[in-house]
């Protein structure tokens, strides 16, 4: 259920606090209109009583206490999810990020979802073939399994995390394989490589890339990995992809 409120009390870095509010819950999102008829978002980090404290995403700059309205839509941040999503590169929170449509969802998912028992999973077997030999030769990858790659300042991490997302594979099942690619914090140069060597090498057409700019709300980021999350589950669960 919608509720509107013109009760903004305070304004203090990205952060707002509105009063007089009612059965606002944790977590859910806000939409915020401000005196030029723009729209911003924002998620509820705190409830008090009847005061309610938000995290605006895009910043709180040239916000009007006096002159906005808080918009409370009732239900926690979802994603858009289509099949069209392969191939496009969204923001941390799934907004379009490149010039294509607004994605015309078949579904919207919480991107809270509920955790996977691991006992009802498969015990992991399948070979993903990442085209670097010393992953495939020395620590091979397979699917249901986590392969952390650690690096520092000056090393081709870039390179080899490009690599993966372009190369990665199912053996003898390529047309279903899905990469879902998350950046949280990268500048926009690292950001750029990432989508342009996808689009150069045609990979980016089974790839969803969500990308959050070191100049992006810091709140994005705890988002990020949940939307990224929230996209593979699609692909694999209702579109029956493998997906890496």
């Known amino acids: 259920m919608l509720k509107e409120y ?4 305070e304004i203090y870095g990205p952060l707002m ?6 059965a606002a819950k944790f977590g859910h999102i806000v939409d915020i209109e401000i005196a030029d008829g723009s729209v911003r978002h924002g998620q509820i980090l705190q409830v008090e009583k009847d005061k309610v404290l938000i995290q605006v995403f895009e910043g709180t700059e040239g916000i009007n206490v006096d002159r906005s309205t808080v918009r409370f839509l009732g239900k926690p941040m979802e994603l858009a999810v289509s099949p069209d999503i392969l191939g496009r ?20 998912m919480n991107i809270n979802g509920n955790p996977i028992n691991p006992y009802a999973r498969d015990f992991p077997n399948e070979f993903i073939q990442t085209g670097i030999s010393t992953i495939d030769g020395l620590n091979p990858l397979v699917r249901g399994q986590k392969l952390p790659i650690f690096s520092g300042s000056g090393l081709p991490h870039d390179d080899i995390t490009a690599q993966l997302a372009r190369q990665a594979t199912v ?3 390529g047309e279903e394989f899905a990469v879902v690619f998350a950046a949280m914090g990268i500048t926009f140069e690292a950001a750029q490589f990432f989508i342009d060597d996808l689009t150069n090498t045609g990979a980016i057409e089974r790839a969803v890339l969500f990308v959050n700019l070191a100049d992006d709300p810091a709140i994005e980021r705890i988002a990020t990995p949940r939307v990224a999350l929230t996209a593979a589950e699609y692909l694999a669960f209702e579109l029956d992809m493998h997906v890496l």
């Open 6 to 9: 013109q009760t903004v009390a």
């Open 17 to 22: 606090l509105v009063e007089s509010v009612d």
């Open 89 to 108: 590169v969204f923001s941390g929170i799934g907004e379009p990020k490149d010039d294509g449509p607004t994605i015309l969802p078949k579904q919207r």
């Open 171 to 173: 053996r003898g099942e």
